[in-house]
């Protein structure tokens, strides 16, 4: 189930992040792509092999930003509320970040906290070179479908 949106954002940040280059990884950026194309109002959509820490200069300015990723396993495509990470102690992050610790560099370093959710996509393949999976690219245009209704745009497909 996904929390209700406290507010109708107006400005959306779509970041589909995976390795184009391993089958079912791509499913993020081949969202992210999607989106751009469709150039709904008020959303923009980035596609990112990984997320890096100077990623969090792009969640300024943004009320609501979904991150979007393949994971191994499943059959369905879930959206899921996120949270920045609870502190930034330890280790500064190198070349490479998640969600959560995206989020709070972005709190920590610009003042930006905009609304944030997780989309899953189901991959099964994950070899170097594969093609995507004929089940992951039903998930994709079942994650399309769930993200323009959860935006707010499905009539703009």
């Known amino acids: ?28 950026p081949l969202l992210a792509e999607r989106v751009a194309v469709r150039a709904w109002p008020g959303v923009v959509a980035r596609a990112v092999p990984q997320l890096t820490p100077e990623l969090a200069a792009t969640l300024v300015g943004y009320d609501a930003v979904v991150f979007a990723d393949a994971r191994q396993g499943g059959s369905a495509v879930t959206l899921a509320p996120l949270a920045p ?31 944030a959710w997780l989309l899953t996509l189901p991959g099964h393949d ?32």
Do not use: C, K, Q
Request: aromatic share 6%; net charge neutral.
């Open 1 to 28: 189930m996904t929390a209700p949106l406290p507010s109708r954002p107006r400005r959306w940040l779509v970041l589909g992040y995976g390795n184009t280059l391993r089958g079912d990884d791509a499913a993020g």
């Open 85 to 115: 990470a609870e502190s930034l102690s330890g280790p500064v992050p190198g070349h490479r970040s998640d969600p959560a610790g995206l989020l709070a560099l972005a709190a920590v370093l610009f003042d930006a906290r905009p609304a």
């Open 126 to 157: 994950f070899s170097p070179g594969a093609e995507l999976s004929a089940a992951t690219r039903a998930a994709l245009e079942a994650a399309e479908r769930r993200l323009a209704r959860w935006i707010g745009v499905e009539g703009e497909m």
